[in-house]
């Protein structure tokens, strides 16, 4: 039984989704758009280091992993790229010569966007300029730099599940949704994670005790003592749009980045439907 298991799961790891390439006609306008939605600027710029030539560092309980170079240098970054190997590696976190990607990379949660929203995205970098930076090795524990772990971990822990509209909600509400799950990717920093690295589902965006680089993320569910659940609706979109908080302080480290070159750059429409959906959610008591 222990064979058969072990042979099933060696052919779901091989196993690669087929990507069919939709006819469409992507925009760079579009896709600038969704590159602020998405925060990709600050995971692939180091501190003082040219736009998306990689370099800024993640500590993790896993190691230390650099934002890869993904600009359109074909040695360095993704300029050799097709639309079928970006949309690879985004819904499935797998790279054009077959390697998979370590889940730092949030491909978990952008296996929930459109096709179309990818390709948008993709013409956008594709605009910006190449730079021949090479990507920095990541400094990882021993464990983990056996990469066939991942394919097994991605098994257990992957689904690509694009979600279609809930029918009972409203427009705002699933656009929210869309936002927060799949370009904002908040519960990949919200949510805490169990000792594989996955983020627990039974507690989604019910904050971490060890974040990014070891710092403490806030519960944003709407739980009144231990979450949002006090704030009023313009409470969160204010926060959203330049950072303050209902008693008057201004967020800082990670989230004030965020905010800086994410949550600020959104409509208005797209911050209501940020918070329409966030005080929408099953309150989660976590005491961070």
Known sequence: MAGFTLSILGARMLTRDAIEVPDYLASADRGAYIFAAAGCKGCHTAKNGETLAGGR???????????????TDPEHGIGAWSDADFIRALSQGVAPDGRDYYPVFPYTSFTRMTDEDMLDLK???FSLPAVATPSLE?????HVRFRPVLAAWKVLNLRREPEPPEP???PEWNRGRYLVRALGHCGECHTPRGPDGAVRDAMPLAGAEDG???DSVPNITPHRETGIGRWSRSDVAYMLKIGMLPDGDFVGG?????VDETTSQLTDEDRAAI??????????????
């Open 138 to 142: 990541h400094d990882l524990a021993l």
């Open 254 to 258: 990670a989230m004030g980045e965020v």
């Open 57 to 71: 560092a993640l500590e993790t309980p896993f190691g230390t992993f650099y934002g890869p170079n993904i600009t």
């Open 275 to 288: 918070t329409e959906y966030l005080l929408s959610l099953p309150p989660i008591e976590n005491d961070i």
């Open 212 to 214: 990014p680089d070891g």
């Open 168 to 170: 009972e909600q409203s």
């Open 123 to 125: 013409t956008y970098i």
